[in-house]
């Protein structure tokens, strides 16, 4: 069973910094990824890495401002989120896959199999 536990979440000023890190232990995963959920919207794909090739992918929202990295040799996942916005406040998930499941997408929620119980960011104006 894999166990994906956030932590790095906050509050923060209009145009402040955050770095959240996801340890996974477990099973060797194939993607991983970042996701949030604001109050009465749906969850959304924030950004993801395949771990073998270490391509990236970023929602267009946070492009720019937000990078994600994995640390292999820790199995850890991170999310450095830089100029932050008021509608970044949002609880943000790590999600992970062990499986390739070829012709999904790293953007929806349903393609993950782990996830992790959140970490609250709160961004004021």
């Known amino acids: 069973q894999v166990q994906l536990v956030e932590s790095g979440g906050g509050s923060v000023q209009d145009g402040g910094s955050l770095s959240l890190s996801c340890p996974a232990s477990?099973?060797?995963?194939?993607?991983m990824g970042w996701f949030r959920q604001a109050p009465g919207k749906e969850r959304e794909g924030v950004a993801a890495?395949?771990?073998?090739?270490?391509?990236?992918y970023y929602a267009d929202s946070v492009k720019g401002r937000f990078t994600i990295s994995l640390d292999k040799a820790k199995n850890t996942l991170y999310l450095q989120m830089n100029s932050l916005k008021p509608e970044d406040t949002a609880m943000y998930y790590c999600?992970?896959?062990?499986?390739?499941?070829?012709?999904?997408?790293?953007?929806?929620?349903?393609?993950?199999?782990?996830w992790g119980q959140g970490t609250q960011v709160t961004v004021s104006s």
């Open positions: 999600a992970a896959d062990d499986q390739r499941r070829p012709g999904s997408t790293w953007s929806v929620a349903p393609r993950y199999k782990y």
């Open positions: 477990g099973y060797t995963l194939y993607l």
């Open positions: 890495v395949y771990t073998d090739r270490g391509s990236t």
